[in-house]
């Protein structure tokens, strides 16, 4: 935004946010995805389908599917983290009034 002339702020802001509920949906997918495939077939079905009670032996076989996508979120996290740092520093360029 710091780049952006003034008469733009509205698209760009749109497009900020458009792009940000774009990450939280897909952060939800990921997430989801990966605990259903980590946990057998028949616990993924109880726990979405709400069929189950969520007993300690279900809980805790999807427990170990939200772990592993936990850890494919922060393996996530790092790369961006590490794209971050190489992109380097930040240069803010004066804007032209159009």
């Known amino acids: 935004m710091a780049n ?3 008469n733009l702020y509205g698209g760009i802001s749109w497009i900020l946010r458009t792009l940000g509920n774009t ?13 259903s495939l980590a946990a057998p077939r028949y616990v993924a079905f109880e726990v979405f389908l709400g069929i189950s009670n969520l007993v300690w032996g279900v809980a805790s076989k999807f427990l170990i599917g939200l772990h592993a996508a936990f850890l ?23 804007t032209i009034e159009i």
């Open 4 to 6: 952006t002339p003034k």
């Open 23 to 35: 990450g939280i949906l897909l952060s939800y997918v990921i997430t989801m995805t990966v605990a």
């Open 72 to 94: 494919i979120s922060m393996g996530i996290l790092a790369v961006a983290a590490i794209l971050s740092a190489i992109r380097g520093k930040e240069v803010r360029a004066n």
